[in-house]
C-alpha cells in the first residue's frame, strides 16, 4: 500500500477557443485547443487508517469540504470502490483561481490519478477520463495533458501533436470571473464570423510546428463578453504585445491573459515589467512559463 503521494496538477491556457451554439441543456458546443503550461500546484496525499477525506490548502478562503473539487474526485473513487482507509490532502495553490486556466479541474485531475495509484484501483487513463467528466468538464483533459483539440462541452478529447517550445507570460489582473456569467451573456447565435478563431488553421500550423502562424490565429470568443466587462484584460493584452509578444489572449473565460514570447530576453523583460515595473498596476499574479507536452509530463502526474 502507497502510504504518500506528491504530485504536480499542471494549469491551461486556450490557444483556441470557438463557442458553435448553446445546447437544450443549457451547456454549450465549443472548439478549443488546449495547451498545458508549467505553471502547477503542488498535491500532496497521505493515506489515513480512519475513514474520510481530509483537505488543508494554503488559501483560506477555499472551500475544504463537498464544494472544492478535489474532495469531490478523492469521494467519487473511494465510494464507487469501498475504500475503507482514509486520506489527508495538502493542497497548496499557485495555479490563480477562477482565472481560466482549469487549476479546480486539474487539482481534481490529479487527485483522480493519486487516489487510483494509493489504493491500486486499477483504473486506466481512459476509465479516469470517462469518471472525471462527472466532475466537470475540463477534468478529463487535465488528465490528459499536452496539445489537444476539445469539443463537444469539452469532454471530446483529440491529441494533438506537441506544441514547439516557447515562453509563455501569464497575468491575472486583481478580478474574479464566474464562468457561469460569462457563458450566460454569450450571445452566441449572434456571433460576427470575425469573433471564432480559425480553429482548423491552428491545427494546421501545429501539426507544421510553426509559432508564428499558431499565435497569429489565437483568438477567444468569450472575450466578446469578458473584456467589455473587465477592460483591464485588453490593456494587459496590449502592454505584453507592446514588450514583444508574439500575440497573447485571454485563457477560457478569463480574466487571466498569456503572452506568446519567442525571446528569452523579451519574455523576462515583460515579466519584470509586470511583476515589478509600471505594469504591475495592471495584474495581481504574473508568472513567466513555457509550454509542458505530453512526453514531458507523462511521468510528472
Not at 491551461?12 to 485547443?33: C, S
Not at 498545458?36 to 498535491?43: A, C, E, F, R, S
Not at 514583444?244 to 525571446?263: E, Y
Request: charged share 25%.
Amino acid at each position: 500500500m502507497i502510504r504518500y503521494l506528491g504530485l504536480k496538477a499542471y494549469g491551461k491556457i486556450n490557444l483556441g477557443l470557438d463557442v458553435l451554439r448553446k445546447r437544450e441543456d443549457g451547456y454549450h458546443d465549443v472548439r478549443m485547443i488546449m495547451q498545458t503550461v508549467g505553471l502547477y500546484d503542488k498535491i500532496d496525499i497521505y493515506l489515513q487508517e480512519t475513514p474520510g477525506i481530509e483537505i488543508v490548502t494554503n488559501l483560506f478562503y477555499l472551500p475544504v469540504n463537498e464544494n472544492n473539487l478535489v474532495y469531490k474526485a478523492a469521494k467519487l473513487l473511494m465510494d464507487e470502490f469501498h475504500v475503507t482507509q482514509g486520506i489527508r490532502i495538502h493542497l497548496k495553490k499557485f495555479i490563480p483561481v477562477s482565472a481560466g486556466m482549469a487549476g479546480g479541474s486539474s487539482d481534481a485531475a490529479s487527485v483522480l490519478f493519486g487516489v487510483n495509484k494509493m489504493f491500486k484501483l486499477g483504473l486506466t487513463r481512459q476509465e479516469l477520463m470517462e469518471r472525471g467528466v462527472k466532475i466537470g468538464a475540463d477534468v478529463p483533459y487535465c488528465i490528459m495533458r499536452g496539445t489537444a483539440l476539445s469539443e463537444g462541452i469539452g469532454e471530446i478529447l483529440t491529441p494533438l501533436p506537441d506544441m514547439p517550445q516557447c515562453q509563455v507570460l501569464i497575468a491575472k489582473p486583481g478580478v474574479n470571473v464566474s464562468t457561469k456569467f460569462v457563458y450566460d451573456n454569450l450571445n452566441a447565435a449572434g456571433l460576427k464570423e470575425s469573433d471564432h478563431p480559425d480553429i482548423d488553421g491552428m491545427i494546421s500550423a501545429i501539426k507544421n510546428r510553426d509559432i508564428y502562424q499558431v499565435s497569429a490565429r489565437l483568438g477567444n470568443v468569450l472575450e466578446t463578453v469578458t473584456i467589455p466587462e473587465y477592460p483591464v484584460i485588453a490593456r494587459i493584452k496590449d502592454r505584453m504585445k507592446e514588450a514583444g509578444a508574439v500575440n497573447a489572449l485571454m485563457s477560457g473565460s478569463g480574466p487571466t491573459v498569456f503572452g506568446i514570447f519567442t525571446s528569452p530576453q523579451a519574455a523576462e523583460k515583460a515579466y519584470e515589467d509586470m511583476r515589478y515595473g509600471e505594469g504591475k498596476t495592471l495584474a495581481k499574479q504574473v508568472y513567466l512559463t513555457n509550454f509542458y507536452n505530453t512526453r514531458e509530463v507523462a511521468n510528472e502526474q
